[in-house]
């Protein structure tokens, strides 16, 4: 009775825990944490989506159980932003599910399709859920290299890919991608995913594209989908959220659409586990699918500032971080007198010195390694009041470097 749980065995030390432990005790003393940590969005949603919800809230039928795969108008809603956005046509009855977050959709499909011992190709690094979804479900993971040189190459993440599949026993089963990429804000292009589609059908592989931040970009076009290549839906999903494009994180809605057996699978296995979001909150959602997109470009325009202002900030600070192209977040190489000691330890440097939080690289995988994670969750002056910190952090680099490995040795020794 004591041994661990199977799967829980199976899942490592969740790195972020021991940072956000040590956020909190610093709080409780009294410390005011800048909290670049967590990808939690700070905006307010919408008011004609909040009106929605409360207007739809107020009529008692929408508080019965609801419908596992979403209610057919906000399928439909999902249906019309990929023809207005990507071209895509979808049949909302058999390619479009609603989903508890894109999270929730792609660990509950891991749990269709995956078989004990089944090698699923997982990007590295990468947010967790996108190897752990797996690992939970009994599969086995085969890490890939997303970053080379600290960006994506495509050519290089094809032959990875193609080295995955010579040297992988059983063949995999699945490979998931991410672009715009969370943790490392890299984007891909329609070339990228027609050689990918390519390679997918090929060796009969399935695809699973996280576009959680399709809406995110800043200095380019517009972040592409899979579904727009010719063949994709025979052997690809994609899972959006609403969370970041209209800033309602704790609202738990996303989508899973594309390939009919995937979408089918995934409503199966959510016919058993749950009723759907609340009817008042996919009536929302699809108010704000159908709505005006001003309030969408007010939310990049908000999160394009921040990362202007984090880049001048904490460059003037003698923090180079390169300006990200994407998403909500910026992948920033640890300074260089910090390298040797590796990001959970300059993370929590961070956070004792500058009072500044910040995701290590390291929990998203082996590859994050030399770098850290910064949500554009804070506001302007709080980036500046965090460069200002993080300047006296670096003035101090050596003997706080020093001091670190004392304690650390320390601690080992006891």
């Known amino acids: 009775m004591q041994e661990e749980f199977y799967r829980i065995k199976r899942l490592p030390p969740y790195v972020f825990a021991e940072v956000n432990r040590l956020k ?36 008692p039928r929408t508080h019965r159980y609801s419908s596992s795969k979403g209610i057919p108008g906000l399928r439909r809603a999902q249906a019309g932003y990929y023809e207005r956005r990507f071209g895509v046509k979808l049949n909302p009855e058999t390619e479009v599910i609603a989903t508890l977050g894109s999270k929730e959709g792609l660990a509950n499909l891991a ?14 690094p990468s947010y967790p859920i996108h190897p752990y979804g797996f ?36 063949k995999p089963v699945a490979l998931v991608v991410s672009f715009p990429s969370n943790p490392t804000a890299q984007l891909c292009d329609l070339d990228f ?17 996280d576009l959680a931040y399709s809406e995110m970009y800043f200095d380019g076009n517009p972040p592409p989908s899979v579904l727009q290549v010719e063949g994709a839906r025979d052997v690809a999903v994609e899972f959006t959220s609403l969370s970041k494009t209209y800033a309602m994180p704790g609202w738990r809605m996303g989508f899973a659409v594309g390939n009919e057996r995937l979408i ?60 990200p192209p994407a998403t909500m977040f910026a992948w920033a190489p640890l300074p260089e007198a910090f390298a040797d000691i590796g990001s959970m330890a300059f993370s929590k440097i961070l956070l004792k010195e500058a009072e500044v939080a910040v995701s290590p690289g390291v929990g998203f995988g ?14 302007e002056q709080r980036i500046r009041q965090a460069a200002r910190s993080v300047r006296r952090v670096l003035q101090n680099a050596d003997a706080l470097v020093d001091k670190y490995r004392a304690e650390h040795a320390e601690a080992v020794g006891a």
């Open 24 to 59: 909190a005790e610093y709080r409780a003393e009294g410390m005011d944490i800048i909290d670049f940590g967590m990808g939690n969005p700070d905006m307010s949603t919408p008011s004609h989506i909040v009106e929605k919800l409360v207007e739809t809230i107020r009529k």
């Open 264 to 323: 089918g699978a995934l409503t199966r296995i959510k016919s058993y586990l749950d009723y759907g979001a609340f009817t008042p909150i996919q009536v929302a959602a699809a108010a704000a699918l159908n709505g005006p997109d001003d309030c969408i470009a007010e939310i990049r325009a908000t999160y394009k500032s921040r990362r202007d202002v984090l880049v001048d900030a904490m460059g003037r600070a003698g923090w180079d971080i390169p300006p």
């Open 111 to 124: 749990m269709a399709i995956t078989a004990p011992g089944d090698v699923m190709l997982v990007p590295n």
């Open 366 to 379: 082996e590859y994050g390694e030399g770098y850290v994670r910064l949500g554009l969750v804070e506001n």
């Open 135 to 170: 690992m939970i479900a009994g599969g086995t993971l085969r890490h890939v290299a997303t970053l080379h040189d600290g960006v994506f190459n495509p050519d290089e993440y094809m032959r990875s890919l193609h080295r995955a599949v010579q040297h992988s026993v059983p």
């Open 193 to 209: 995913y027609r050689e990918l589609v390519a390679f997918a059908r090929k060796n009969e592989i399935w695809v699973m594209s």
